[in-house]
Antibody
């Protein structure tokens, strides 16, 4: 069974940092592009970042460019999102997704003083 | 960036109704269009990819059509489990923008 499990969310102060992880299982992780998508409370979906299967191509939303870094470790079947200089508007549930499907259950990031 | 505009933002329908949701891209995305369903507190679930291809395991009452800039998601006979929010997303180029969502509610 294909499974994606996010972790690393929590409460952080504005200006702080957090590293999200996404553990993948049930498929050949190294063959797939991966994405991070977020959803602020009561709001719609916002694509955050994508990384190609071998990390050759990386893309970011303008809203996080220069603050967030996506990476992956194909040996560990894991995807990461390093989030620095966090702002209140980064508060959201963060989902990892294998290309278009499936998605993980999400991890909540709350940025508040 | 490509803007995705869904309509309507919400709709009320009854079980058994035929429901149509539209999604318009600000420029041509050929057939690089996906549709997702999201229920409260759950992760989105892929319904349709490449504009008209049904994801494995998704009931055949869901269908997608369109190409270029105009796309449609149709639910042929609405079931109780279909009450949810639906999103389109273009996968033609980054940023892979989503529509604002369409909430389908019980009439």
């Amino acid at each position: 069974e294909v499974q994606l499990v996010e972790s690393g969310g929590g409460l952080v102060k504005p200006g702080g940092s957090l590293r999200l992880s996404c553990a993948a299982s049930g498929f050949t992780f190294s063959s797939y592009n991966m994405n991070w998508v977020r959803q602020a409370p009561g709001k719609g979906l916002e694509w955050v970042s994508s990384i190609s299967s071998s990390s050759t191509y990386i893309y970011y939303a303008d809203s996080v460019k220069g603050r967030f870094t996506i990476s992956r470790d194909n040996a560990k079947n894991s995807l990461y999102l390093q989030m620095n200089s966090l702002r209140a508007e980064d508060t959201a549930v963060y989902y990892c997704a294998r290309d278009t499907s499936p998605w993980g259950q999400g991890t909540l990031v709350t940025v508040s003083s | 960036d490509i803007q995705m505009t869904q309509s309507p933002s919400s709709l009320s329908a009854s079980v058994g109704d035929r429901v149509t949701i539209t999604c318009r891209a600000s420029q041509s995305i050929t057939s690089y269009l996906n549709w997702y369903q999201q229920k409260p507190g759950k992760a989105p679930k892929l319904l349709i990819y490449a504009a008209s291809s049904l994801q494995s395991g998704v009931p055949s009452r869901f269908s997608g059509s369109g190409s270029g800039t105009d796309f449609t998601l149709t639910i042929s006979s609405l079931q109780p489990e279909d009450f949810a929010t639906y999103y389109c997303q273009q996968s033609y180029s980054s940023p892979r923008t989503f529509g604002q969502g369409t909430k389908v509610e019980i009439k």
